[in-house]
């Protein structure tokens, strides 16, 4: 199949180098968190060491006595809104009355160099008025938990309902009642959250941070320093990782601060302890399960109560809830449904996006009960999916038309021809003892029913050059070249002729985030039809050129033909150029959207989504308890394929930090509400000696509403990891573990 693509296309579908890999290999390319300017200052923030409290008073007088200190910044110094938050803006810039998580900015510092910054921060006293700490979902569920905001501690609520699932519990076979927890997660990037701001000789406030939506750091840094978003300028590359933890604000406003007060650049990084204090983490859930089916199998009903812990404010809360709200059904034909969905608040840091986006959670939910209840029923795990999954063309759970779904079924029936699945592995020593599990999972591309109006744009560079301009980030996930071969397929050229300049708001239009598996979906239709732009205009100045008509014309290879004929685009571009047209072309791609949201959320449902099935082959050691996953399979539907390599890389990547989510990583915090485990050396990620053997297949299909076919595919693999390898432990063990991650003491 791969070489047929390779025959039809001659840019797309092919295993290219990245675009960036040799200044990235070589060290020629410089981090954000490595820019140096001249003059620069050095930036520290005070941050709070209670969980939850009052603040009574801010001292920094002794701060100021610091030679070399240039500036301390509290509340009272931000001259706009001191507050942020993708979703809801409830996050104080600088906190002003009270607390609400350990490590919460409470003051900035800029002085000459590190050491004076931090000297100067330990100085800044801040009087406290210790208030009880909430510590988990229970707590602040509870009636008689204190209030963490004016709201409560419910940020979002909503029930959704279908059918009659107490009918249908009454006429069913089987009904299972279960409750599934999974931890807080970091994201563990290997670039901490920094960045680099100053001011030119224009008046432009220049913010270089390791973000993933320049456009919407702009918006809030405008809101905060109260001046037009004309006067700043962000920069969101090249960033050292990302995976969600970098969505929201992060160091962006505190830069734009202190360059805005002290007319000097100025330099701030997290430490790697300080990351792990301050910085965002995956939501905890806890979510319970009512679920129903006949004798044959065949899906009922499911009561679905989903709470999801935000921690101290909301960040994307409100939309990672829609997403667990839409996965929480899986893939499935259930015609009876009631989902009661919830958002709290606690003093457990600081949730917000990351990989997955509130999927992970639903999914190991949902999928574990499908696990539970085939072996209730004596039936094989992929016997009821392939009974229950939807198919193209059906009603899906919120009233939308299924798109394109008949790659799950092929990527189920490929999993049950496995040899993993067939059990062909044996147990290494006595002790030790194998099983196999699957999970599947499903997860929308883009931003659901909300607008999203992605633009892009191309430049002919009459030197022989295209140079391709968007705003999505790449963090890693390979999106510079993924457009890259889509602007030299759609042109005809070269792949060396196509230039990237993206995430930088002085010279990219607004495409929107590197999030929710979009960015070749959005930007990638949206370079496609700049590019269509561009070659009408070029045809017109050919017709021009050549002294014809445009039906006389031919294209290709760059170049437009009459009879013997021929010029470049390069070439026409120079006409167009000396007549002082532009040469820059920008289009913007309306993503195709339901009307309207389901009531009670923000974008459920989505028109396009992505599939994937996987298989985990674990060893359990019954001396110790401890799980390794020694094999993984992935079959993934992601539409047309724009760079197997990539897109094999993004699908293992996932693989292992979902696997990670699966087995050791587990944020904790204390009794007074300190995260216990901030660095890699207390918080386990897994290391190369914990990567299975994986092996990736990409099922055959075509989204038409994607770019050449594709879909998305950054985040479908870390979906069903923790399911899965559940499922696995309990087929070695006979024990099924229904909280996240399976430590030794939990299957001893």
Same mark, same amino acid.
Not at 398 to 424: C, P, Q, Y
Not at 539 to 566: P, Q, V
């Given at each position: ?33 490595? &820019? ?6 050095? =930036? ?189 300028? !962000? ?139 085939? =072996?209730?029923?004596?039936? %094989?795990?992929? %016997? ?54 699957? =999970? ?28 391709? &301009? ?21 042109? %005809? ?46 045809? &017109? ?72 099935? &996987? ?48 087995? !050791? ?84």
């Amino acid at each position: 199949m791969e070489e047929e693509l390779e025959q039809k296309y001659k840019s797309i579908t092919r295993s290219v180098p990245r675009v960036d890999s040799e200044p990235k290999v070589s060290g020629a390319l410089k981090f954000i968190t490595d &820019m140096k300017i001249e003059n620069m200052l050095f =930036a520290a923030v005070v941050r709070s060491v209670h969980a939850h409290a009052r603040i009574l008073s801010i001292d920094t007088r002794e701060a100021e006595k610091i030679s070399g200190v240039k500036a301390i910044l509290t509340y009272k110094d931000i001259p706009g809104l001191n507050a942020y938050g993708a979703i809801v803006p409830d996050a104080p810039v600088l906190a002003y009355d009270r607390v609400r998580y350990y490590g919460e900015p409470v003051a900035l510092i800029a002085a000459d160099t590190e050491e004076l910054a931090r000297e100067a921060a330990s100085l800044v006293k801040i009087e406290y008025d210790p208030l009880p700490v909430i510590r988990s979902i229970d707590e602040s569920i509870a009636s008689s938990a204190i209030a963490l905001h004016d709201n409560g501690n419910i940020a979002r609520h909503t029930i959704i309902k279908r059918g009659d699932t107490e009918r249908a519990k009454q006429e069913a076979y089987l009904t299972l009642d279960r409750t599934y927890r999974t931890p807080f997660q970091k994201h563990m990037f290997l670039e901490p959250e920094g960045g680099v701001a100053y001011i030119d000789e224009s008046g432009i406030i220049n913010v270089f941070a390791g973000g993933q939506s320049p456009y919407r750091d702009k918006l809030q840094i405008a809101r905060s320093l109260n001046i037009p978003p004309e006067k700043i300028r !962000t920069v969101d590359y090249p960033t050292g990782g990302a995976f969600g933890g970098k969505d929201d604000v992060t160091v962006q406003i505190h830069l734009a601060l202190l360059a805005y007060k002290t007319g000097k650049p100025v330099k701030l990084w997290f430490s790697r302890e300080e990351s792990g204090v301050a910085g965002y983490h995956r939501t905890g859930s806890e979510i319970h399960l009512i679920t129903s089916v006949d004798k044959e199998g065949g899906l009922l009903s499911n009561e679905a109560q989903i709470y999801l812990d935000t921690g101290a404010y909301q960040s994307f809360g409100p939309t990672i809830l829609d997403v667990s709200i839409e996965t929480i059904n899986g893939p499935y034909r259930i015609p009876n449904y009631t989902i009661n969905a919830n958002l709290v608040y606690t003093n457990n840091g600081f949730s917000s996006a990351f990989r997955g986006f509130g999927a992970p959670e639903s999914n190991f939910a949902i999928e574990s009960m499908i696990n539970e209840l085939a =072996a209730e029923l004596h039936l %094989d795990p992929i %016997d009821i999916r392939l009974k229950n999954i939807l198919m193209t063309g059906e009603e899906g759970p919120f009233g939308n038309t299924v798109r394109h779904s008949d790659g799950l079924r092929e990527a189920l029936m490929r999993a049950k021809r496995s040899k993993i699945w067939a059990g062909a592995l044996q147990n290494k020593k006595p002790w030790q003892r194998n099983g196999v599990g699957i =999970a599947v999972a499903i997860k929308g591309v883009g931003f659901g029913t909300l607008p999203d109006y992605p633009t892009a744009a191309i430049e002919i560079a009459t030197e022989g050059k295209v140079k391709i &301009m968007f705003s999505n980030v790449d963090y890693g996930q390979g999106i510079n070249t993924g457009n890259a071969q889509l602007v030299a397929e759609k042109l %005809d050229i070269p792949l060396n002729q196509v230039e990237v300049r993206h995430a930088d708001t002085k010279y990219s239009p607004d495409t929107g985030s590197s999030s929710a598996s979009r960015s070749t979906f959005t930007s990638g239709n949206a370079l496609l039809m700049a590019c269509s732009k561009a070659l009408d205009r070029l045809k &017109m100045e050919a017709c021009l050129y050549f002294g014809t008509t445009n039906e006389k014309l031919e294209y290709k290879e760059g170049r437009f033909y009459y009879k013997d004929k021929s010029a470049s685009i390069y070439e026409l571009a120079k006409g167009l150029k000396a007549r002082g047209e532009t040469l820059r072309f920008e289009s913007t791609f309306e993503v195709p959207r339901y009307p309207a949201p389901i009531e009670g959320t923000l974008e459920v449902p989505h028109v396009v989504y992505m599939y994937g099935t &996987m298989l985990s082959s674990a060893l359990l050691d019954e001396l110790t308890g401890k799980v390794h996953i020694n094999q993984v399979e992935f079959y993934a539907d992601i539409g047309t394929v724009i760079n197997p390599s990539i897109a094999s890389g993004q699908i293992e990547g996932g693989i292992v930090q979902g696997l990670g989510f699966a087995i !050791t990583e587990d944020l904790k915090y204390d009794a007074s509400g300190k995260p216990i485990n901030n660095n890699y050396t207390t918080y386990i990620v897994p290391s190369v000696r914990d990567v299975p053997d994986i092996y990736v297949e990409f099922i055959d299909s075509s989204e038409e509403l994607g770019p050449y076919g594709a879909k998305g595919v950054g985040e479908i693999s870390i979906i069903p990891a923790g399911a899965s390898a559940a499922h696995a432990v309990y087929n070695a063990s006979g024990k099924w573990v229904r909280d996240l991650p399976l430590l030794p003491w939990k299957l001893i």
